[in-house]
């Protein structure tokens, strides 16, 4: 990557040739950092594709005093709340007609048979609970952990990401690791039932 003198002179400039390198090397950290928070596939292309716009947009906004990617990062943070807020009000209406053909042979018997439901019951009730808890982490430690611990990415990629410190890094790590202990203890701390 060029100085942040060298930086701010051709963002200014809108030189192709280095908005297309930065494109292509920033472009994956981005899609890491939302696989990181849960978000793929289409989805996350799309946020991708309002964070550049709204980068492109917001040009002269970059000042030089943090790297491109700590000030991309920002950007893509943003529209990740705003897709999550999103998602909340979203009413998906689907025919049943489509949703039945899909579970059902035209004899009536299921497509793929259904699990054991108690399995099911608990699989769901677990996930709801660790998503509850994640949620209850900063944007900053969730990325850091789903990196670190489910995706299993090194730690200086995900420094790289994230534009923090390895002592950054572990800290963030650490806290996100202690929060959760906490949360899922409390969630599972049941009162005894008479």
Known sequence: MASNE?????LKKRDAAFLEKTFRDLNPILLR???????????????????WERFFTNLEQFEGRSELKTFLCGILFNKIREHRRAAGRLVFDE????????AFTPEG?????????????YSKQISSLIGE?????TELQKSAFVLK????????????????SVSHLRVLIFRAKDKLRQCL??????????
């Open 6 to 10: 060298e930086t701010l002179l051709l």
């Open 33 to 51: 950092v939302l696989a990181a928070n849960q978000i793929y596939a289409e989805t996350a292309e799309d946020v991708v594709h309002q964070t």
């Open 95 to 102: 025919d049943s007609e489509t949703v039945m053909a899909r």
């Open 109 to 121: 018997w299921w497509n793929v048979s259904p699990g054991d439901p108690s399995a099911f019951v």
């Open 133 to 137: 808890c994640l949620d209850g982490l």
């Open 149 to 164: 611990e489910v995706h299993q990415e090194e730690s200086p990629d995900i420094c790289n990401v994230l534009g923090v």
């Open 185 to 194: 203890e409390g969630k599972l701390d049941l009162p005894e039932q008479m």
